[in-house]
């Protein structure tokens, strides 16, 4: 992937660091997902990128997580703060997925 691609996915990767996980998300289940697992998973493969391709394991983890946040943001869309976040770490698994 290009260098362009690779400093595009490290730089939002460090806007993304600094937001706090929504408090409301700990106590939230949208259509039964675990948003603490779901971020955790997400945030997993999107680190592991910036370090090398990812395996055949990680890229089907981002296809299942994009197509969840996918489901789950019409849900969080009375929260502003989580579906923010949640947009963000999308756009970082489909930018991490594209490596």
């Known amino acids: ?48 990128a910036l370090t090398g391709p990812l395996d055949q394991r990680r890229r089907e983890a981002l296809r299942t997580g994009i197509a969840t946040v996918d489901r789950i943001l019409p849900e969080l869309a009375d929260d502003p703060g989580a579906a923010d976040y949640f947009t963000r770490l999308r756009e970082l698994a489909v930018l991490a997925g594209a490596r």
């Open 1 to 48: 992937m290009s260098d362009t691609h690779d400093d595009q996915l490290a730089t939002l990767w460090q806007g993304f660091l600094d937001l706090p996980f929504p408090r409301s998300c700990y106590r939230r289940s949208p259509a039964g997902e675990d948003l603490v697992l779901l971020e955790s998973h997400l945030a997993g493969c999107v680190s592991a």
